[in-house]
């Protein structure tokens, strides 16, 4: 079972560029979500998805963009990256339309310079 | 808002001792609580939770934490830990049904001394 998929796993941006991390479950899960992990910060929500074709701003939104393409796949858009999101970025889904992500990718690592 | 704290950023502990991670949180308001385990270079994995009903939740591979609303606590108990529980223990809470807004405590790294 692949679970929850991201992609790439580690990625070096100058700042001003742009790019897309890619999410893809394979639970026919609902809820699918966007976090990023800093040191010593734990876990913070930039956006979330309730189901398919609906999206929400979490805690951290600004500078991100998302995408619900179909149940299995939830994008992560940075328009142009900036040090400040150098960061892990973690997806996650959960089966039930509620609160607690249940499964976890591996992360992104993502460093700009 | 819920706030979490974790109050031990790292604890080291040997084999076969027992262990407490403590975590607090903020409002006692139909609050939901959750503790998360990760493990080097992996994501997060759900652990434990409560939701309602008894206050003492068990996982799996014997941890447990104990809800008190008294003291607004949620402490992470082993008695005997082993060397693969190595591992960074998150704790988290959201207030309310339906609310995705699960907060996050800043973690604990527990180590493991052989």
């Known amino acids: 079972n692949a679970g929850v998929t991201q992609t790439p796993k580690f990625q070096v941006l100058k700042t001003g560029q742009s790019m897309t991390l890619q999410c893809a479950q394979d639970?026919?899960?609902?809820?699918m979500y966007w976090y990023r992990q800093d040191p010593g910060m734990g876990l913070r929500l930039i956006y979330y998805s309730a189901s398919e074709g609906t999206t929400d701003k979490g805690e951290v939104p600004n500078g991100y963009n998302v995408s619900r393409l179909n149940k299995r796949e939830f994008s992560l858009r940075l328009e142009s990256a900036a040090p400040s999101q150098t960061s892990v970025y973690f997806c996650?889904?959960?089966?039930?339309?509620?609160?607690?992500?249940?499964?976890f990718g591996d992360g992104t690592r993502l460093s700009i310079l | 808002a819920q706030s979490v704290t974790q109050l031990d950023s790292q604890v080291p502990v040997f084999e076969e001792a027992p262990v407490e991670l403590r975590c607090n949180y903020s409002s006692s308001v139909s609050v939901y609580l959750f503790w998360y385990v990760q493990y080097p270079n992996q994501g997060l994995q759900l652990l434990l939770k409560y939701l309602s009903g008894s206050t003492l939740v068990e996982s799996i591979n014997g941890f447990e934490a104990e809800f008190n609303k008294s003291q607004t606590s949620f402490h992470l108990r082993k008695p005997s830990v082993h060397i693969s529980d190595t591992a960074e223990y998150f704790c988290?809470?959201?207030?309310?049904?339906?609310?995705?807004?699960?907060?996050f405590g800043k973690g604990t790294k527990l180590s493991v001394i052989p």
């Open positions: 996650a889904s959960s089966g039930d339309r509620g609160f607690q992500p249940q499964h």
């Open positions: 988290a809470a959201v207030s309310g049904a339906g609310s995705y807004q699960l907060t």
């Open positions: 639970m026919n899960h609902n809820s």
